[in-house]
Nanobody
Framework: VQLQASGGGLVQAGGSLRLSCAASGSTFSRYSMGWYRQVPGKQRELVAAISSGGITNYPDSVKGRFTISRDNAKNSVYLQMNSLKPEDTAVYYC????????????WGQGTQVTVSS
């Protein structure tokens, strides 16, 4: 299984970016998908998650600004980020996982998002 993330870059505060993550090596319609981010010296944190049934989950820090979506036909997950803030600066990672029939989790390589003030 491989995950390829793309779409990061440099943007001014208030701007938008769209991250994409394409998975290969299997079919992932029964997997949950998510985006995490990490800054140096801090733990990786959940940014957005979407279940196999399409239920989404966001922390308060991004709720109303970020939108996660998935396209099972393309084995892909997306993160639309609007109204970006400097504190959103981080390396963003995509992840897919499932618990049944046995726990599995796979991570992408990360893509840098930098928001300038």
């Amino acid at each position: 299984v491989q995950l390829q993330a793309s779409g990061g870059g440099l943007v001014q505060a208030g701007g938008s970016l769209r991250l994409s993550c394409a998975a290969s090596g299997s079919t992932f319609s029964r997997y949950s998908m998510g985006w995490y981010r990490q800054v140096p010296g801090k733990q990786r944190e959940l940014v957005a998650a979407i279940s196999s049934g399409g239920i989404t989950n966001y922390p308060d820090s991004v709720k109303g600004r970020f939108t996660i979506s998935r396209d099972n036909a393309k084995n892909s997950v997306y993160l639309q980020m609007n109204s970006l803030k400097p504190e959103d600066t981080a390396v963003y990672y995509c992840m897919i996982s499932r618990a049944d029939p046995e726990p599995e989790a796979y991570w992408g390589q990360g893509t840098q998002v930098t928001v300038s003030s």
